[in-house]
């Protein structure tokens, strides 16, 4: 590789600085003369602007001009609470003196303190926010240095000149920017979550990510939208930031739960819902929810309204639902696997699309674009990226029309098609992340080692002798050096010799290249599988660092290498290399312990490099390491993604194993590469194929309470228990993958279960962790939105007991069928609470018999299959063969206990008053008979799938059966 001398890059370097000071100067000449120009035009027409909030930012003579737009309904809620202790305060507050407080509870504890302190008024109040204000200008100074210094941008360091134009820019055009400037004339919380945004967008981008946490957890209890944060973080593994977040908010639930209760906590999804569904027209609404009111005149868009909202619009509802869920699914989902620093442009985005995906976004929310701004207009000025066409008019005019207050002259077109325009920062919105999306690509494109990297840099990349340089802590702590292990024909009988070769050593990454699984999660999901309650403390560990987490799971977990999943394609070349002579070095972030164990049992490898208990042996670490085992300079790597980057650039030759085709054109940009690729189904398809979507045939249970109340065909009722069936299906995959991530281990020892996607390396492991938030998410989400608080509560006792199932009660005797026998009948009372419907004593009887018939079916299949596989015990179970007649016993007669349970509910006075002709139903009777003894019976023969619900899917005595008791069922009520 070749590499300038310093000197030669100096006059570049001065040159591009240069240039960069004069994009600077002649943006901040944009932003101040717009600003003012605007502002003066408006001001001589008699119309507010930018000036008008300038002005009442530093001089607030008029004490009618003091904000109150969101403490005003704050105070007005804390006085309600301390004159109605107990009481529901948004039904008093908001529904009834209509008074539109729309904060959570958890918001009105500084308020307590203020007033304790007797500073509860709202002079202290303006002077706080002029103080957040200043604190977001001075935020975004520091942030514009910071995001510069990430990408790079020459003279940034070392020029004081550039610093000064950069940071006086972004104090400058902050104070500039609309939404920032009218948040503190409203009197808006906003402008302390904006100062929070920006700062957390600095804590991110100095790896700070427990405090970045912190301050989205505060933002979470002013506007519990900032949670979604929480499952951004946890979709990318990201367990520092989730654990600031929690550190913050637990207490302040606590402290809220202590003071008012926990119902209110309940209360305020009737207020979510309540603005989900209706949301605002007022022109200042600037989200698909205000865009469609307006163009469907539903409402005034002019005029604000203190105690009303638009009127209720089923296209509105439905727009804004949809257009919410892809908001939010991109700003959670939108470059997932970046990691470190670099995950500071999708934090960016998904602030944008958590406030844009809202029902009420006002365009004082919108000051959390300025993150994004600075952002775009920096990766413009960074060397090597290529710029679309007028890319920097595009960015000035998102910024002008985000920036500055025109509603004026587009407010005259309110009662025409054209009121769209009124959606103007909507759009401009829109404009800038499309500007994000484009930019981010062209910046990942560029090389990086190629221009605009960093001379310097580069060199010390490009040459051992630099390396100690990379790692000052390192040489400072001789401790913290990773772990280096030979191995000889004394510690592996079975490893041969390698002779004297050629070839440069060949060293090989072992999570995702080697193994088709990470041991990182393999340990942790067998901690939590072993012992959850130790499971607690690894937020603690992760604090400590990645080497100390994966230390502590060494210490506590132990994984067989031999029930591992290997790529098979990557073991037979190695094997080629071995015997052609080559030097094998396996360099591995996994802990030692475990690499030295498969390096052991494979018996392939002349030597280890693998994390130690101080080290985190990845990324550049990994390339130091390398570079001292290899003096040369000269090997090759075997790696799979974004964290072999460094070690490739350094590379002879690199492979790839599976790497996406992002990765591929990376990578090929730094060394000559080679591809090793597995047939593997598509990715979709092993997702699916985790859902286990033929499961959810259990949620029809949801549908029973309909049938046995004779609503079934109703269409709100229907439409109600259809979600109903969408909420239980997707929190029951969330809880499926989390079985097969605990049980992978069982699962690949097991003959079916081997071939899950998990198990077989199918999928990776981190995806599982993002999938169970997810799903879950979207399963509460859809219940908050569609269905009624109640069945939320089902929902949660649902998914709780099925974690109970999975982390203690799944290998205990008779505990576990009862637990799956509840976990049906709570599908049935889901059902039940969707549709207002109170099951009868009969129907929770007979579901209770009949589940526990099914759980026992599903007990006594697994044991015999593994009696024919000569074991006399399950893995992960408490039961034995021996039990099998016991089971078998249990389960036939609690079948035909729920049989007689129909009976006398069929000769029951109630079955009267709901059946014309109840006689008929007696021949449900004979058919469960033998529905039952017919299910038994195939157990017993061991043809029986190891779930019911799916033989009973597939069988078609049991599909002709079903049918004729719903013809039963049906004749009997006409």
Known sequence: ???????????????????????????????????????????????????????????????????????????AALNWLHEHPGDNVYEGVFFQQRIKFQYPVTSLPPLEAMQAFGVLDLFTFQRINLLFVLATAAGMAILMLELAAWLRLPGVREDRITQVLLGGFGFAATLCFYPVLKAFSLGQVQVWLNAAFVFACIALLRDRRVLCGALLGASTLMKPQMSLFLAWAVLRGDWRMAAGWAAVVVPGVAVATLLYGFAPMIDYLDVLLFIGRHGESYHVNQTVNGLVNRLLYNGNNLDWSADAFAPYHPAVHIATQLSGIAFFVFGLLWRRRERGPDRVVAFAVAGICFTAGSPVAWVHHYGILLPAFALAFLVLLEPGV???????????????????????????????????????????????????????????????????????????????????????????????????????????????????????????????????TDLLYESLFGLIKARPWTALLVPVWLAGGKARLKAELARRVDIDPAGLVYNQAVLERLRAERE??????????????????????????????????????????????????????????????????????????????????????????????????????????????????????????????????????????????????????????????????????????????????????????????????????????????????????????????????????????????????????????????????VPSFWLLAFSMFLFLSLAMVKRYSEMDSMQKLGLEQAEGRGYLTADMPVLQSIGVSAGFLSVLVMALYINSPEVGRIYDHPQVLWIICPLLLFWIGRVWLQTHRGVMHDDPVVFAARDKWSLVIGLVCAVVLVFGRT
Not at 488 to 514: I, K, N, Q, R, Y
Request: aromatic residues 8%; hydrophobic residues 55%; glycine residues 6%.
């Open 1 to 75: 590789m070749s590499m300038q001398p310093a000197i030669t890059s100096l006059p570049t370097g001065v040159h591009r600085a240069g240039r960069i000071q004069r994009v600077v100067v002649l943006a901040m000449l944009f932003v101040v003369l717009t600003t003012g120009l605007l502002g003066l035009a408006l001001h001589r027409g008699g119309h507010a602007s930018n000036l008008t909030d300038i002005q009442n930012l530093f001089v607030l003579e008029n004490p009618d001009l003091i904000p109150v737009d969101s403490w005003d309904p704050m105070i």
């Open 580 to 837: 052609g002579g080559r030097r094998l070095v396996l360099a591995t972030a996994a802990h030692h312990r475990y690499a030295d164990a498969i390096a052991r049992h494979l018996g392939l490898f002349d030597q280890v490099l693998a994390s130690s208990d101080e080290i985190n042996l990845k990324s550049e670490r990994k390339l130091e390491a390398i570079r001292a085992q290899a003096p040369s300079g000269v090997f090759d790597y075997i790696g799979n993604d974004e964290a072999d980057y460094a070690v490739w650039s350094a590379a002879r030759r690199g492979i790839a194993v599976d790497a996406s085709a992002a990765v591929l054109r990376h990578a090929a940009t730094l060394c000559p590469m080679e591809t090793i690729a597995t047939p593997c189904r598509p990715r979709l398809l092993s997702i699916l194929k985790a859902l286990r979507l033929h499961q959810w045939l259990k949620n029809l249970l949801v549908f029973v309470p309909l049938l046995a109340g004779q609503k079934l065909g109703e269409v709100g009722p229907t439409l109600q228990a259809v979600a109903a069936f969408f909420a239980f299906g997707l929190c029951a995959s969330s809880i499926y993958v989390l079985n097969d991530l605990l049980d992978l281990p069982a699962d690949r020892r097991h003959p079916r279960k081997r071939r899950r996607p998990f198990a077989a390396g199918d999928l990776p492991l981190d995806l599982g962790l993002s999938l169970i938030p997810g799903l879950l998410l979207a399963s509460v989400v859809l219940s908050m939105l569609t269905l009624p608080p109640l069945f939320l509560a089902a929902l949660a006792t649902y998914a709780a007991s099925s974690l109970f199932y999975n982390l203690f009660a799944k290998n205990r005797v008779i505990w576990d069928v009862m637990l799956l026998a509840g976990l049906y009948s709570l599908r049935v009372l889901g059902g039940a609470t969707a549709t207002a419907i």
């Open 386 to 516: 290529k710029r679309p066409a007028g890319a920097f008019a595009l960015l000035a005019t998102a910024f002008f029309l985000a920036g500055n207050l025109l509603f004026w002259p587009v407010n005259a077109l309110a009662a025409t098609p054209l009121n769209i325009l009124q959606s103007y920062l909507f759009f401009a919105t829109l404009m800038l992340l499309g500007m994000v999306f484009v930019l981010a690509g062209r910046h990942d494109r560029t090389a990086t080692l190629g221009p605009g990297r960093g001379e310097a840099e580069a060199g010390t990349a490009a040459s051992p002798a630099a390396s100690p340089a990379a790692f000052p802590a390192a040489a400072a702590a001789p401790a913290a050096v990773p772990h280096v292990a030979s191995f000889s024909a004394a510690d592996a009988a079975e490893m041969p010799a390698s002779p004297a070769a050629a070839e440069p050593p060949l060293f090989v990454d072992l999570d995702g290249t080697l193994l088709r």
